[in-house]
């Protein structure tokens, strides 16, 4: 019925029902697929999928929405997000307490000191790709900026031009990380 994605967007905007169910037909399955494998339900993957088309939907509604994409691509990747952020929020959530006397002191100081070791050495590559990756790295993964802020605070002239140089740093910085970079730690 639909031979490209601009067609089903053109269909989307004219409220095609047609357009609606060739997207659920097409990207529905894995989605379904993901969520299963990564702990969910049918139920949970309905749920997820479903917000995810309406993020979807009311973006591609809009004339001057831009589709950087394949549509397929898109909408997996806005409901893979928000399975993550469910499964972070739900983690975040789990009554940790239960399982606190199974940890003893020796444990915690271990766990201490493997991580001060991942971040002394994170920081050292962070520091030997200098500025602005280093920036822009620490913008993006610790502070949780999104594209557009960064854009905004390293003066980029747009998110797409902040999403190139992230890909560029981080091409970079798998350079100078060692490849048994887990074992020394």
């Not at 020796?106 to 994170?122: A, G, P, R, V």
Request: proline fraction near 2%.
């Amino acid at each position: 019925m639909y031979s490209n994605d601009q067609e089903v967007l053109k269909g989307l905007r004219s409220n095609r029902q047609d357009a609606l169910k060739h997207v659920y037909k097409t990207v529905y399955p894995s989605v379904l697929s993901y969520i299963r494998n990564n702990s969910g339900s049918e139920d949970e993957a309905r749920d997820i999928f479903q917000e995810a088309m309406i993020v979807f939907y009311q973006k591609a509604s809009k004339e001057d929405f831009q589709l950087s994409a394949a549509i397929k691509t898109f909408v997996f990747a806005v409901a893979k997000n928000f399975w993550l952020k469910k499964l972070r929020d739900t983690k975040k959530h789990t009554d940790i307490g239960q399982y606190e006397h199974l940890l003893t002191q020796k444990e915690d100081k271990e766990l201490e000191e493997q991580q001060i070791k991942i971040k002394t050495f994170l920081v050292n590559y962070l520091n030997e790709l200098g500025d602005p990756c280093r920036k822009l790295l620490v913008l993006y993964y610790y502070h949780k900026k999104s594209m557009e802020e960064i854009s905004e605070i390293m003066n980029y002239s747009n998110s797409n031009s902040a999403k190139n140089q992230k890909y560029k740093c981080l091409k970079r910085l798998k350079k100078i990380v060692p490849g048994d970079f887990l074992t020394k730690l």
